[in-house]
């Protein structure tokens, strides 16, 4: 799993933020308390998605536990998923054996400092013990690991064996059965064995959408570097590319929609919300913004940028500034700028339309609740009600056609 799901703060209402950096935290501390400090490495982001589904199923409460201040969160406490909770450690056994399968695919590559013989071996030595180290922790709670040293080991051999016309899909298959099977432990761990379809459903989507927007942000590097990447391999246009992550969003969203849950809060957020968030900002990055700024049907053609090409605009040759002088600018008989004039050569700044004082009202914004968007938001250029996360419940153009409205803080789902 790679890291999409990485939700902000000035996003999420205050309830649902802290359960996730419980989930977080815990996943976090599992791994040192199992396994010492260095298992920490193997953390991601995604990997939480497992304790928060299970947690979503479970019928008894969640165990949590105090930690200590921390610097990652400020030197400040929480209440955090304790060691013992099954979806901890679960979490915990997926990340250090995908870690491992990871780590040994960057010494197979020479990457960096691992073109060094004596750091190779080292790294190898590493991956080796979380890989025994996953292996003990999914045997005590029933999970084998071997279907994730299976995906990693069939992910090899595809990569070698992948064509110029082939599917794309072909690549992501490994990701996308190791995630399933993950997702799908979690039914049986909540003692909800009707889910586990419905769950590896997910986790396949996810995986799909997963391993596509790796290769999307790492397509310029894997060429400068000649490694290799599913979208180059394969010949995929970054149009099919992002079909392929709306379409399996889409089916993700009726899959969970199934599944049966007791709290679907966060989980929703998550692989809903967030998911479709890391898609629209991944693809918009890399220069193709879902058309007319919504993430439904296809998008157009479109070629994928080389090293050469600028990044991190959508604008290949800077946004386009309106002059609100159509006949020409009126003269000026003193050195300063007139208050209505637009900053030259650049964007606008993010936040309402309506003229501001750049900086302090920019600051004002980007604290506010949802009304700084950035550049790859869907919702950068609506209205001051549109994007405050207080003021919409949801993400569908319909409120009345779904059920997001659920949150206690502020009557919407953020």
Same mark, same amino acid.
């Given at each position: *799993?790679?890291?999409?799901?990485?939700?902000?703060?000035?996003? *999420?209402? %205050?309830?649902?933020?802290?359960?996730?950096?419980?989930?977080?935290?815990?996943?976090? !501390? +599992?791994?040192?308390?199992?396994?010492?400090?260095?298992?920490?490495?193997?953390?991601?982001?995604?990997?939480?998605l497992?304790?928060?589904?299970?947690?979503?199923?479970?019928?008894?409460?969640?165990?949590? /536990?105090?930690?200590g201040?921390?610097?990652? /969160?400020?030197?400040?406490?929480?209440?955090?998923?304790?060691?013992t909770?099954?979806?901890?450690?679960?979490?915990?056994?997926?990340?250090?054996?995908?870690?491992?399968?990871?780590?040994?695919?960057?010494?197979? $590559? @020479?990457?960096?400092?691992?073109?060094? &013989?004596?750091?190779?071996?080292?790294?190898?030595?590493?991956?080796?013990?979380?890989?025994?180290?996953?292996?003990? +922790?999914g045997?005590?709670?029933?999970? $084998?690991?071997?279907? !994730?040293?299976?995906?990693?080991?069939?992910?090899?051999?595809?990569?070698?064996?992948? /064509?110029?016309?082939?599917?794309?899909l072909? &690549? +992501?298959?490994?990701?996308?059965?190791?995630?399933?099977?993950?997702?799908?432990?979690?039914a049986?761990?909540?003692? *909800?064995?009707?889910?586990?379809?419905?769950?590896?459903?997910?986790?396949?989507?996810?995986?799909?959408?997963?391993?596509?927007?790796?290769?999307?942000?790492?397509?310029?590097?894997?060429?400068?570097?000649?490694?290799?990447?599913?979208?180059?391999?394969?010949? +995929?246009?970054?149009?099919? %590319?992002?079909r392929?992550?709306?379409?399996?969003?889409?089916?993700? @969203?009726?899959?969970?929609?199934?599944?049966?849950?007791?709290?679907?809060?966060?989980? @929703?957020?998550?692989?809903?919300?967030?998911?479709?968030?890391?898609?629209?900002?991944?693809?918009?990055?890399?220069?193709?913004?879902?058309?007319?700024?919504?993430?439904?049907? #296809?998008?157009? #053609? &479109?070629?994928?940028?080389?090293?050469?090409?600028?990044?991190?605009? #959508?604008?290949?040759?800077?946004?386009?500034?309106?002059?609100?002088?159509?006949?020409?600018? #009126?003269?000026?008989?003193?050195?300063?700028?007139?208050?209505?004039?637009?900053?030259?050569?650049?964007p @606008?700044?993010?936040?309402?339309?309506?003229?501001?004082?750049?900086?302090?009202?920019?600051?004002?914004?980007?604290?506010?609740?949802?009304?700084?968007?950035?550049?790859?938001? /869907?919702?950068?250029?609506?209205?001051?009600?549109?994007?405050?996360?207080?003021?919409?419940?949801? $993400?569908?153009?319909?409120?009345?056609?779904? $059920?997001?409205?659920?949150?206690?803080?502020?009557?919407?789902?953020?």
């Amino acid at each position: *799993m790679f890291g999409i799901v990485r939700p902000c703060r000035h996003r *999420m209402c %205050a309830n649902l933020h802290a359960a996730w950096l419980g989930h977080l935290c815990g996943l976090c !501390l +599992t791994l040192r308390d199992e396994h010492g400090h260095r298992a920490r490495l193997t953390i991601n982001y995604d990997g939480l998605l497992i304790s928060v589904l299970l947690a979503a199923q479970s019928a008894t409460p969640t165990r949590y /536990r105090q930690a200590g201040p921390c610097a990652l /969160r400020g030197f400040q406490g929480a209440s955090v998923l304790s060691p013992t909770d099954p979806g901890a450690r679960l979490a915990a056994a997926v990340s250090l054996v995908l870690a491992a399968g990871k780590t040994r695919d960057h010494v197979a $590559d @020479r990457d960096g400092a691992l073109r060094v &013989a004596a750091f190779a071996g080292v790294a190898g030595k590493l991956a080796d013990r979380w890989a025994a180290a996953g292996a003990r +922790t999914g045997d005590a709670i029933g999970f $084998d690991t071997g279907v !994730l040293l299976d995906a990693v080991a069939r992910q090899t051999t595809l990569e070698h064996a992948i /064509r110029p016309g082939a599917s794309v899909l072909l &690549a +992501t298959e490994p990701t996308e059965s190791a995630v399933a099977a993950a997702f799908a432990h979690t039914a049986t761990l909540a003692g *909800m064995p009707g889910n586990a379809s419905g769950l590896a459903e997910i986790g396949r989507y996810f995986g799909r959408i997963a391993h596509l927007l790796d290769a999307v942000e790492d397509y310029a590097d894997d060429q400068a570097r000649s490694v290799f990447n599913p979208l180059r391999a394969t010949g +995929t246009e970054l149009a099919e %590319a992002r079909r392929l992550c709306e379409d399996a969003h889409h089916g993700l @969203r009726l899959a969970l929609a199934d599944v049966e849950l007791r709290d679907r809060t966060l989980a @929703r957020a998550l692989l809903v919300r967030e998911v479709g968030d890391a898609i629209d900002r991944t693809f918009t990055l890399a220069h193709h913004p879902s058309p007319g700024g919504h993430r439904s049907g #296809p998008s157009a #053609p &479109a070629r994928l940028r080389t090293p050469v090409e600028p990044v991190g605009s #959508p604008y290949p040759h800077g946004e386009p500034v309106r002059s609100p002088y159509p006949h020409g600018e #009126p003269v000026r008989h003193s050195g300063r700028r007139s208050g209505t004039e637009r900053h030259p050569g650049g964007p @606008r700044p993010d936040g309402c339309d309506a003229p501001l004082l750049i900086g302090g009202a920019c600051a004002l914004t980007a604290c506010t609740c949802g009304l700084w968007q950035p550049r790859w938001s /869907r919702i950068r250029r609506e209205k001051c009600s549109s994007r405050c996360w207080c003021t919409r419940c949801c $993400d569908c153009p319909d409120c009345s056609a779904c $059920d997001w409205c659920s949150c206690d803080c502020c009557g919407c789902d953020c």
